[in-house]
């Protein structure tokens, strides 16, 4: 795969879950449990493919699928707790980290766009000693329409200052991907801690 000169671009914009951190296992743990005490089953799949969206917006899929998901903000407060008892375990994917660590050290802006909740991302950022290397952080209580609408990774380019053809996106899920496609934005398509396919949509 021929990667983008990644020193060629003025900011860096990174999702985090499965693209920062190799925290996925742990939030499909968490969705599996939750669904099963809701009395019904969840495909881990399921929960890969639409990685990157807000929570309350994957539980409302499973609504419309006709699960039994019961009060939408309850369910989700549960997953998130399911999911929090176990933050601490969460590890970094390194290759990607240092990619950050490289940025920082070029003078490259740098921010995380995600659709999980803004508490998880400043607790995973404390914890791992990493956000004195972010500039900006858009999570999903601070867009509207969380990905795969553009709206995450164009507020993150706004708050660093940047134009979205400036800045290039690193995702490891396809509504990440439709996303920055979406914000005309070019990106870098991550697999557990690898650079797996460019995509030019600037």
């Known amino acids: 795969m021929a990667l983008p000169d990644i020193s060629a671009y003025k900011g860096l914009i990174f999702d985090l879950d499965g693209t920062l951190i190799n925290s996925m296992?742990?939030?499909v743990q968490a969705w599996i449990t939750a669904g099963r005490e809701h009395g019904f089953e969840i495909d881990p799949d399921i929960i890969y493919q639409l990685g990157g969206m807000s929570s309350r917006d994957i539980v409302l899929h499973f609504r419309d699928e006709g699960n039994p998901v019961g009060d939408v903000d309850e369910f989700v407060q549960r997953k998130i707790a399911l999911y929090r008892a176990n933050i601490d375990k969460v590890t970094l994917f390194e290759p990607i980290v240092q990619i950050l660590?490289?940025?920082?050290?070029?003078?490259?802006?740098?921010?995380?766009?995600?659709?999980?909740?803004?508490?998880?991302?400043?607790?995973?950022l404390r914890i791992h000693q990493l956000d004195h290397l972010v500039d900006a952080v858009v999570s999903s209580d601070d867009v509207?329409?969380?990905?795969?609408n553009p709206d995450t990774f164009l507020k993150a380019a706004e708050l660093m200052g940047l134009a979205p053809s400036d800045c290039?996106?690193?995702?490891?899920?396809?509504?990440?991907?439709?996303a920055a496609a979406a914000g005309n934005m070019d990106c870098v398509e991550v697999s557990n801690g690898a650079l797996i396919n460019f995509f030019k949509n600037a």
């Open 25 to 27: 296992p742990w939030h």
């Open 168 to 178: 290039l996106v690193f995702d490891d899920g396809p509504v990440g991907l439709k």
């Open 101 to 124: 660590r490289q940025a920082k050290a070029r003078g490259q802006k740098c921010a995380v766009g995600t659709g999980t909740q803004r508490f998880n991302v400043d607790d995973i």
């Open 144 to 148: 509207k329409r969380a990905k795969p």
